[in-house]
């Protein structure tokens, strides 16, 4: 009896080693980052599912392509019942969810959140990896590259804050922060000891005298944080020559999860820097 039952699960170990080399036909994600890459990398007829969030532009930079998918929000019993081969799941989705699939056999695979421009080329190549498209991915790991060194601009750096509903701001060991110094600013939030994405209050930021003031498009649903961000007081934030320091929106669809719209971000915020720095040498 022991017998069948080690020779049995040895033949299921020995089926899921199989499928685990064979390319995925029938892909989930239960994690907006994660349903970029599978959108920029497969073909429709192979995507299952992706997240609700997909469709949502203002989010998803991909939202165009989702359109018409099953859309999930991230239930076991929904993949389930999908039957994928493959799922792909962040670091930081429902752990009960990737537990349960995980032990009912599906093959799981996670992603961290991309904090860097290395950690988004690895994370857009362990994808073609598990995908079976290593050569579409490595040409948009090459379409990045490209973009990203096309945008050098010289020069001294421009101090720049983000502003979002509680005045957040990007510190050391965050995407934003690469963003930020490949386009030759730098973040008054550093000089606070703030460590990936943190916040600042509004006296902080007064304070500080940025340079350049970048913010998110305004959503058609603004929070209590949306609203407070139109107190008066935000009028005051005045740079060190005393002048109203210019404004550039950045989309966060651009930049809240790590892949090749990344470098659109580094462009957008490299012209900005430009129109600040013409901004203190004419006035």
Not at 126 to 138: N, P, Y
Request: hydrophobic content about 45%; overall charge positive; charged content about 20%.
């Amino acid at each position: 009896m022991h017998f069948i039952i080690i020779n049995f699960v040895s033949f299921f170990f020995f089926l899921s080693s199989l499928a685990a080399n064979e390319r995925p036909e029938r892909v989930a994600s239960l994690n907006l980052c994660t349903d970029q890459l599978v959108l920029q990398l497969l073909d429709r007829d192979r995507i299952v599912s992706v997240t609700y969030l997909a469709t949502n532009p203002v989010i998803s930079y991909s939202a165009h392509r989702a359109i018409g998918i099953i859309k999930n929000h991230g239930l076991a019993e929904e993949v389930v019942a999908l039957n994928p081969d493959l799922i792909l799941a962040g670091a930081f989705t429902s752990r009960p969810t990737t537990s349960l699939l995980k032990k009912l056999g599906y093959r799981v695979i996670e992603f961290e959140m991309a904090g860097s421009f290395e950690s988004l080329r690895q994370n857009i190549i362990k994808a073609g990896e598990v995908l079976d498209e290593e050569k579409k991915a490595g040409r948009l790991v090459a379409q990045f590259n490209t973009a990203l060194g096309s945008v050098a601009p010289n020069g001294r750096l421009v101090s720049a804050i983000i502003l979002q509903p509680n005045a957040a701001g990007a510190g050391n060991v965050s995407l934003l922060d690469d963003i930020l110094r490949a386009a030759s600013l730098t973040s008054i939030s550093l000089g606070q000891g703030i460590l990936g994405i943190g916040w600042l209050t509004l006296d902080q930021v007064i304070w500080a005298q940025p340079e350049l003031i970048i913010s998110d498009v305004d959503p058609s649903w603004p929070s209590l944080g949306h609203f407070a961000m139109r107190h008066p007081a935000y009028r005051a934030i005045l740079d060190k020559q005393g002048r109203v320091p210019p404004r550039v929106t950045l989309p966060a669809n651009l930049w809240n999860c790590g892949g090749p719209q990344v470098a659109k971000a580094v462009s957008i915020l490299a012209k900005a820097r430009a129109a600040a720095l013409d901004l203190r040498e004419n006035r």
